[in-house]
């Protein structure tokens, strides 16, 4: 069986084979690079695909279905138009960052991908911090967002970028809260020994009541970390036109667009990892049959499966829900989300201590 | 007057809604002082697309003149046309077919009911939830393609004439109507479920843009927005013009004189419509469908005002005669003015979020304002 | 109140106001400088109760210019018509504005397309039409050679 692990190994033991040493480190990098860029544009072109077909099932229409067959290349389409048209600098923006933030909110994305498992021993860094890392790195996007915001001397950019840094920092703590408690169960930050702590069952299942909360919790914090509907205030289209990307345009454009993609993709991934095993796949206590055929599908299947249903979810969120109002956003999250996550933590201790989740 | 500023002298500062904005449906102006995300004050600026229209009728014959105001609040069409040829009627004191006041009244209510399914789309829109002005556009197309086989357009209908109406009914147009009409109860149902009912939804709407009904009645407030305000100015049953006289609904009153009571009004509004339709339908009498008039209409000198309920409140058609062929002064008092005047009142104190809600509420259309 | 009530009601108020008849509603004819007053007392008295300022508007008789204000009062029900004589050449009147909120922005409306002064208005600008335009465009000698259709 073909699986991603084996196609590493191969072209690993190739490259020490053939050019060895320290320049295979490098010839690694520079494939790495690579294969995360293509991932990088491959992701964004399905992800807007997707979106744009979830929401045309959810308003009872047909969506992009013109350029390619079923309308799959109408993305690429897209993102060629937006190559091809002028990045323009506002007059009064502040050129520097003006121009750095877009790569900014990219790198930050690009960043958290090192620690995630793709699939069964398939990882770019495996950091013994790893689920930290994630963390720590992706508020960096929140700098890249003010950074927009403030530069391009928009008021409504500026409005947008404000609103986004209080709603993004005030969010990373319940996101934040939520992953701790599930470290509590798994006592370790490295993202394989998370994944590996959830074989004879994802900690959705065996995390009891403070499992399903936190796991509830996390993905109410994440959507409004990555600026989704119903928590979409930095964009906010029908008050502020576009937020913080507002005088931005052509691939500059394009970047946030994309940025914004990949963080759905990344903090669903993590969700996955967290509650949902990764790439384990599902395993019931002492079912062994059960448990062969579930083992047959491969590990990366079951990953981006996991991740996809997730996707899936906050997309439904998105099409649904109105949006929040400024200080209704913050009231939920320093009112209700925080104490919950709290209590929920303290909750989950309890569960730890009494071993109840073996 | 439009010079850009970035604060007030007082340091606050200052952003500009529009003309090119999602949230204003149109080109309309608003300079907004904000003092952090709270609105200080608002100011609205016109004329983005004003036409002039009152000068251009005063050139026009009473019989040429109903076609421009269809362009006014091109939302309710046929109800502008309506005030038109009943204020002409007036002055030349015509006595309209039975069967023409019936037709008149269907087209006016399905008017209602379409200009009130967008108002809820893209209200929903405005306060972030895309997909219901899907479910909206998919009603009002049922409506447009009916007003589309009876009189040959969807938008600027020009239906109806000074003595009745322009052409009968199409032959099927009843049984349309009536399949629409069964189709449709069971849709507000779905729209309550959707939008109203959401927690989200209700917590945006209720308390925002509140506005008191001395206010309401002070600066001229009038349809859902002052009836919202529990003010009863409902033109169809105060003054009743063709049959809404011998039709049986009831004047929708919310106390409440938020944003929410507003949206609420004109969900009820909607079911009282479908109420009036059902009831008439049945009963188009046959006849003529239009009273025999001259060909070229001179109204007697005079003055005459006549109002009718528009989807967006009252509206009045004021003509001043010299017992030419053209009105020597056409004035229109449109509900969307008076009702804007009043946004200041509402949005001050609240956030940007609380401003979009409330011009969603109000329902703005700004060729009505600005004429 | 009916018509003839109302007439009854406002010659007891005051005994010089002029009344023009034949119309759907009562037309009150009121000098420019008694119009302020004669507001106040329809606003405020309770026989009147006229709150409701539904149209404001300006007719140009090419010799003179005629406010018109339509009043309704939604507790009695009654429709009344106020009419004032301005001249052409210097129109001014007292302005409403304080008594009915709704006459803010249409007293501006006739402002710019008129170039009727309302005195004592809080915030009498251009509303519609922009800083820089010349001439009053709903009067009768207004002329633009550009956008104007004649037929």
Redesign the interface.
Known sequence: MISLEAIKNAVQSWLQLHIGGTLALVAESILLGILVITLFAVLGLLLVFMERKV?AV????LGPNRVGPKGWLQTSADTLKLMLKEGLTPDGADRFLFNLAPFMIMIAAMLIMAPIAFAKNFQIWDINIGVLYISSVASISVIAILMAGWSSNN??SL?GAM?SGAQIISYELSAGVAVITMIILTGSLSVNDIIASQENGWWIFKGHIPAIIAFIIFMIAVTAETNR??F??AE??????AGFHTEYSGMKFALFFLAEYINIFIVCAVAAILFLGGWMPLHIGNWQAFNHVMDYIPSSIWFFGKTFLLIGLIMWFR??????????LLNLEWKYLLPISLLNMLLMTIVAILKWYL | ?HEVV?TTPEGD?I?NVGPQ???THGVLHLVITLEG?TIKNIE????YI?R?I???CE??TYRQFIYVTSRMDYLSAHINNHACALCVE?GLQVEVPLRAQYIRVIMDELTRIASHELWWGAM????????P???AF?ERETINEIMEETCGARLTMNYMVPGGVMADLHPQFQQKVKNFIALYKKKIDEYNE??TG?I??Q??MKGVGYLSAE?A????C?GPVARASS???DVRK?YPYDVYGLVQFEEVLETGGDAFARYWVRIQEMQQSVRIIEQLIDNIPEGEFQAKTKAVLKLPK????Q?VETARG?L?V?I?SEGGTTP??I?F?SPG??N???LN?MAKGG????L?ATMGTLDLVIPDI?R | MTNEALKIALINWNTALVFEE????L?VLVPADQWKPLAKALRTLPEFNC?????L?C??WKTHLTM?Y?LTS?QW?HNL?IKSVLNRDNPEIETVSDI???A???ER?VYELFGVNFINHPDL???????DFNGW??RKD?EDSVNM???
């Open positions: 929401s959810m308003q009872i229409r008021k409504y409005l609103r509907a119903p979409d205030l906010a289209e029908s008050e502020l036109t099409w649904t829900f109105p949006r929040l109002r400024i200080d209704q | 007057m970035g500062f952003i904005h999602p949230a995300e609205p600026h016109l004329g004003h002039s009152e000068k251009m050139s026009l007036k929903a829109m405005d306060v972030g939830a895309f997909t002005f899907f479910y998919r959707l939008v959401n989200i939804f917590n945006r206010d009645i002070s600066y001229g009038s003010v009863a100015c105060r005079g003055e005459f005002y109002r009252e009045g004021y001043v020597y002064r004035k008092r003015f008076s804007l005047s009043a009142q956030k940007i979020g609380d979009v600005d | 034949g119309g759907e509603w037309n709150n409701y300022l539904f149209c508007t007719v140009d018109v339509h939604l029900q018509v009915w909120k709704a803010d922005f249409l409306e600008r251009r509303l519609i039409l922009t800083d465009p709903l207004f259709i004649r037929l």
